[in-house]
């Protein structure tokens, strides 16, 4: 790591994960109060890991990351001779009621496969952000969505929620994942927002996060 002031260099080993916390017991956690209302279930515990809050796998943990996403014709990746990620073939956006936190996918995911004139059981792949435990459940259930298919490298509270490089991070996981399965075609979704991609040749498939 690089001292932004002094410009020194410093190795910096991580090993372990920011979000685990060794020393809180759920013995503790059971004892927070309420946050929103006096019978309510959230609480502190069930917060991101940021400052004094304690982590719990209800939500996805903030962390450091960077992530990015290059999109451009074809004829100017081949001229440039950039590798051939997948290629992006529909998109949609739709609207939910901004008091149900979170389900977006659950009606945007349809939406993007309709536009593609595809049905859900055409997806061998999904990825969705996971800014709840809860919320993700949910869109998995209310789709129908066989578990097996979907963050199958782990979601958000696993790898991470860097903020502001969420939706990059989710397409990156994705293509590579379509690299090492070499399926034909893959599904991302980031809260309201749904990609489509399609596979291009299996060794044109690299990306660098």
């Known amino acids: 790591i690089v001292d932004p002031k002094t410009g020194d260099e ?3 080993i991580v090993s372990v994960d920011d979000g685990i916390r060794p020393d809180k017991l759920l013995s503790g956690l059971a004892k927070l109060k309420p946050v929103f209302k006096k019978d309510g279930s959230t609480t502190a515990g069930m917060g991101e890991h940021i400052c004094s809050f304690t982590f719990l796998c209800v939500e996805d943990q903030t962390t450091d990351g960077a992530a990015a996403v290059l999109l451009m014709k074809r004829s100017v990746a081949m001229r440039k001779g ?3 990620l997948g ?10 009621d901004p008091a149900v936190m979170g389900v977006g996918p659950a009606v945007a995911i349809p939406a993007a496969v309709k536009s593609a004139g595809l049905e859900l059981d055409n997806i061998d792949l999904f990825e969705i952000n996971e800014a709840f435990g809860s919320q993700f459940v ?5 789709l129908g969505l066989d578990p097996e298919k979907i963050n199958v ?3 958000a509270m696993a790898i991470g929620h860097p903020l502001g490089a969420t939706g990059a991070r989710c397409v990156a996981t994705l293509l590579h994942e379509m690299k090492r399965r070499g399926r034909d075609c893959r599904f991302g979704a980031r809260e ?7 596979k291009e040749a299996m060794w044109l498939m690299t990306c660098a996060m």
């Open 192 to 198: 309201w927002e749904q990609q489509l991609f399609l």
């Open 153 to 155: 490298n782990g979601g």
């Open 138 to 142: 949910y869109c998995q259930k209310k």
């Open 87 to 96: 290629v992006f073939r529909t998109f949609t956006a739709v609207g939910v």
């Open 82 to 84: 950039l590798p051939i």
């Open 10 to 12: 410093k190795p910096i």
